[in-house]
């Protein structure tokens, strides 16, 4: 995995948008063994979270959701994995998506069905 941070880093050096640096690191991260889980840190109320699962589903992907609401030990957890603090944030494989509008930019640009590819047979 440090490789692929640092494949980030000098990437985000050369001023990529996140979609480009996931679209970048696609290849790389064919080679190297992937985490085989799909993770969602979502909150009930959040139509983003909704969204962004309802896209997964309907891809016929299984994933695992977290859901942070008044839990500060997953919230915690979901920060220092992303550095993030909205919801949803949302990991394929090894690979931190982002938010919702990152994996809906994702899917417009044709990224999101090969990113997916290794688990769709696990969905069966």
């Not at 985000?12 to 969602?40: D, F, G, H, W």
């Not at 962004?52 to 016929?60: D, H, P, S, W």
């Not at 494989?93 to 509008?101: F, P």
């Amino acid at each position: 995995m440090s490789g692929v941070k640092s494949s980030l880093c000098l990437l985000a050096s050369q001023n990529l948008t996140p979609l480009k640096l996931i679209l970048k690191t696609l290849n790389p991260l064919k080679e190297t063994k992937m985490t085989k889980s799909i993770v969602l840190y979502t909150k009930g109320y959040c139509p983003y979270c909704k969204a962004a699962k309802a896209l997964l589903t309907e891809k016929g992907v299984s994933f695992t959701e977290f859901e942070i609401t008044n839990d500060d030990a997953l919230t915690a957890e979901m920060v220092k994995r992303s550095g993030r603090y909205t919801v949803p944030q949302i990991f394929i494989g090894d690979v931190h998506v982002g938010g919702g509008s990152d994996l809906a930019e994702l899917e417009a640009a044709g990224g999101l069905d090969p990113l997916l590819a290794p688990f769709l047979s696990q969905a069966a």
